[in-house]
């Protein structure tokens, strides 16, 4: 009997195990329907080539040490470079899998009414967190065992199988304690916050961590040619930098002497120590937390916000919504983005490249030239609201392809009337007043502590209008239902255009960028570049008109897929 239940425990484990495994890798990112192997295959495979180039091209000097002069004494630079690199990626992906990190609603009640043990089911998703980032180590580090054990083995005397098994369990914990920060994270807002406040302020967690994680990418330059003068200086820096931490047992594991990685092995061994037992520690509280909101319901607003809600649209609708279906297209696509946590996160990872990116740069430039760099407008700072509105506008072009619930959209097709310009209409005033207004204030308030009222006047209108500009030429040609049309994951084939892509916004950016330096400097022109502009953005509208009036003209609700093979029309 004692033999049967064990096999049922057993079995139960395995099926578990399996199960939480394949849904931290199915996030609202990198999401495939049906493709559960296929998806883990594509992740794991990115991951195996980065690692491999990354590493080539970090220690391709030790390749060939007498000519390109490098020395042994630089090896843990590059050991922290690529542990820093590791641990931002794996940073990255456990943003992304948020939701999975805990079992969520779902999990508790599909699996609350079978007869599984609450010990079998933690322990199954511990376990599966363990796999996953083992699974993330090892693509990450095939060709990069390989390349740092033959490269710098022969450097240090360490024998080669164990060189690269000190790799590999050097960048696991790495990897383990950042996956483990980011659960500890979620652990404490879990704790402190009720649901209903957890589940408003988690994509803005989400994004902060997101951003954090890519600035560590955007300064990995600066960090590498810090490092040596951090040590020389003995800076706290190397005390509180967790890369260092596990660079510390990189090098005692191989043989170094060097006292100053000494603290490093026992304050990486207690750090994980820490977060493991918050992690286990947050287990049944977040069970207990969905025990005890299993019946209660969402709070209604109150009279008095109702009330205000209710005059403002009575104020806004009349004059910005006049056509009753850019209204309905308008609040649509506001709910829309308001309740759907996956578009919110596919937004938010298009805007935190660019976050990253310019908060880097602003503190850099801060660190060598002080505010005075920031009272004169240089290409820098006229080109920041570019670069934040043009992803804005790609972002949005790119999610609303996505459908919310895909079954849903017959009611579009059953009432989709003759004047098809108003679905545009109100899907664009939707971005401009929800997202683009809202951008447009916060760069208004840093251009005028920049440069003062005027200058940060006429630049965020700049701005703004090619973010109109932008808006229509990204829409022009879309014939969707936003969030309600089929969605084919290779047509907009950014794996074979990229660099297409890439060339043109660095030539529009560099473009617009010293067009609006200019204007800065002669504002009487800004008049004739908003004629210019919005001569163009009529001409886009009236071009998309004449394409509604056609009578054979229909939104598209499911793709037609793509040709295979393409006739050249001989026979006719």
């Given at each position: 009997?004692?033999?049967?239940?064990?096999?049922?425990?057993?079995?139960?484990?395995?099926?578990?195990?399996?199960?939480?495994?394949?849904?931290?890798?199915?996030?609202?990112?990198?999401?495939?329907?049906?493709?559960?192997?296929?998806?883990?295959?594509?992740?794991?495979?990115?991951?195996?080539?980065?690692?491999?180039?990354?590493?080539?091209?970090?220690?391709?000097?030790?390749?060939?040490?007498?000519?390109?002069?490098?020395?042994?004494?630089?090896?843990?630079?590059?050991?922290?470079?690529?542990?820093?690199?590791?641990?931002?990626?794996?940073?990255?992906?456990?943003?992304?899998?948020?939701?999975?990190?805990?079992?969520?609603?779902?999990?508790?009640?599909?699996?609350?009414?079978?007869?599984?043990?609450?010990?079998?089911?933690?322990?199954?998703?511990?376990?599966?967190?363990?796999?996953?980032?083992?699974?993330?180590?090892?693509?990450?580090?095939?060709?990069?065992?390989?390349?740092?054990?033959?490269?710098?083995?022969?450097?240090?005397?360490?024998?080669?199988?164990?060189?690269?098994?000190?790799?590999?369990?050097?960048?696991?914990?790495?990897?383990?304690?950042?996956?483990?920060?980011?659960?500890?994270?979620?652990?404490?807002?879990?704790?402190?916050?009720?649901?209903?406040?957890?589940?408003?302020?988690?994509?803005?967690?989400?994004?902060?961590?997101?951003?954090?994680?890519?600035?560590?990418?955007?300064?990995?330059?600066?960090?590498?040619?810090?490092?040596?003068?951090?040590?020389?200086?003995?800076?706290?820096?190397?005390?509180?930098?967790?890369?260092?931490?596990?660079?510390?047992?990189?090098?005692?594991?191989?043989?170094?002497?060097?006292?100053?990685?000494?603290?490093?092995?026992?304050?990486a061994v207690t750090a994980i120590f820490i977060t493991t037992a918050i992690y286990l520690v947050s287990f049944p509280i977040s069970f207990k937390r969905f025990?005890?909101?299993?019946?209660?319901?969402?709070?209604?607003?109150?009279?008095?916000?109702?009330?205000?809600?209710?005059?403002?649209?009575?104020?806004?609708?009349?004059?910005?919504l006049r056509h009753p279906v850019q209204r309905g297209m308008f609040y649509f696509v506001c709910q829309a983005l308001k309740r759907s946590r996956k578009h919110?996160?596919?937004?938010?990872?298009?805007?935190?490249?660019?976050?990253?990116?310019?908060?880097?740069?602003?503190?850099?430039?801060?660190?060598?030239?002080?505010?005075?760099?920031?009272?004169?407008?240089?290409?820098?700072?006229?080109?920041?609201?570019?670069?934040?509105?043009?992803?804005?506008?790609?972002?949005?072009?790119?999610?609303?392809?996505?459908?919310?619930?895909?079954?849903?959209?017959?009611?579009?097709?059953?009432?989709?009337?003759?004047?098809?310009?108003?679905?545009?209409?109100?899907?664009?005033?939707?971005?401009?007043?929800?997202?683009?207004?809202?951008?447009?204030?916060?760069?208004?308030?840093?251009?005028?502590?920049?440069?003062?009222?005027?200058?940060?006047?006429?630049?965020?209108?700049?701005?703004?209008?090619?973010?109109?500009?932008?808006?229509?030429?990204?829409?022009?040609?879309?014939?969707?239902?936003p969030f309600a049309g089929e969605f084919e994951p290779g047509k907009p084939n950014i794996k074979i255009y990229w660099p297409l892509i890439l060339g043109g916004?660095?030539?529009?950016?560099?473009?617009?960028?010293?067009?609006?330096?200019?204007?800065?400097?002669?504002?009487?022109?800004?008049?004739?570049?908003?004629?210019?502009?919005?001569?163009?953005?009529?001409?886009?509208?009236?071009?998309?008109?004449?394409?509604?009036?056609?009578?054979?003209?229909?939104?598209?609700?499911?793709?037609?897929?793509?040709?295979?093979?393409?006739?050249?029309?001989?026979?006719?």
């Open positions: 009997m004692k033999s049967i239940n064990s096999e049922k425990k057993h079995s139960q484990f395995y099926v578990l195990l399996k199960h939480f495994v394949l849904r931290m890798f199915n996030n609202d990112i990198l999401k495939y329907e049906n493709q559960g192997r296929e998806r883990v295959i594509v992740v794991l495979t990115i991951l195996t080539i980065a690692g491999g180039y990354v590493t080539h091209k970090l220690l391709v000097g030790y390749l060939f040490p007498a000519l390109s002069g490098a020395g042994i004494d630089t090896i843990w630079v590059k050991k922290t470079v690529f542990l820093t690199l590791t641990m931002a990626l794996t940073g990255i992906i456990t943003v992304f899998s948020w939701e999975n990190i805990f079992p969520d609603r779902k999990d508790y009640m599909n699996l609350l009414v079978l007869p599984v043990k609450m010990r079998t089911l933690f322990a199954a998703k511990f376990f599966s967190l363990l796999i996953f980032v083992g699974l993330l180590s090892i693509a990450f580090n095939i060709f990069s065992l390989f390349i740092f054990t033959f490269y710098l083995a022969p450097l240090t005397k360490v024998n080669l199988f164990y060189f690269g098994f000190t790799h590999f369990i050097t960048n696991f914990l790495a990897n383990l304690f950042m996956f483990l920060v980011a659960a500890c994270i979620q652990s404490i807002f879990t704790i402190l916050l009720k649901n209903r406040l957890l589940r408003k302020l988690s994509n803005i967690i989400q994004a902060v961590l997101l951003v954090g994680f890519i600035s560590i990418i955007v300064w990995l330059p600066q960090i590498s040619s810090f490092l040596p003068r951090a040590k020389e200086r003995l800076s706290s820096f190397l005390y509180y930098f967790p890369p260092l931490w596990f660079t510390g047992i990189y090098e005692k594991m191989t043989g170094s002497r060097d006292v100053v990685f000494n603290p490093h092995v026992l304050i025990l005890s909101s299993g019946s209660s319901g969402g709070r209604k607003k109150s009279l008095v916000v109702q009330r205000m809600i209710r005059l403002a649209r009575q104020a806004f609708d009349p004059v910005f919110q996160l596919q937004l938010v990872t298009y805007m935190a490249l660019p976050t990253a990116y310019i908060i880097a740069d602003l503190v850099y430039f801060h660190s060598r030239s002080g505010w005075s760099y920031f009272r004169v407008p240089n290409f820098f700072l006229v080109g920041t609201s570019l670069i934040f509105y043009f992803f804005l506008a790609a972002g949005l072009r790119m999610i609303v392809r996505h459908p919310i619930m895909l079954r849903a959209n017959w009611i579009f097709q059953l009432t989709e009337i003759k004047e098809k310009k108003n679905y545009i209409k109100g899907l664009k005033k939707a971005m401009l007043f929800l997202l683009g207004f809202p951008l447009f204030i916060g760069l208004f308030i840093f251009y005028f502590y920049c440069w003062g009222f005027r200058l940060a006047l006429f630049h965020s209108l700049y701005s703004a209008a090619i973010f109109l500009l932008l808006v229509e030429m990204f829409f022009n040609t879309y014939k969707k239902i916004f660095l030539e529009w950016y560099v473009l617009f960028a010293n067009i609006g330096l200019i204007l800065l400097n002669w504002p009487k022109y800004y008049i004739l570049f908003f004629v210019v502009i919005f001569a163009l953005h009529w001409g886009f509208v009236l071009r998309r008109y004449r394409e509604y009036k056609n009578e054979d003209f229909g939104f598209i609700y499911e793709e037609e897929p793509q040709e295979l093979m393409l006739s050249l029309n001989l026979g006719s």
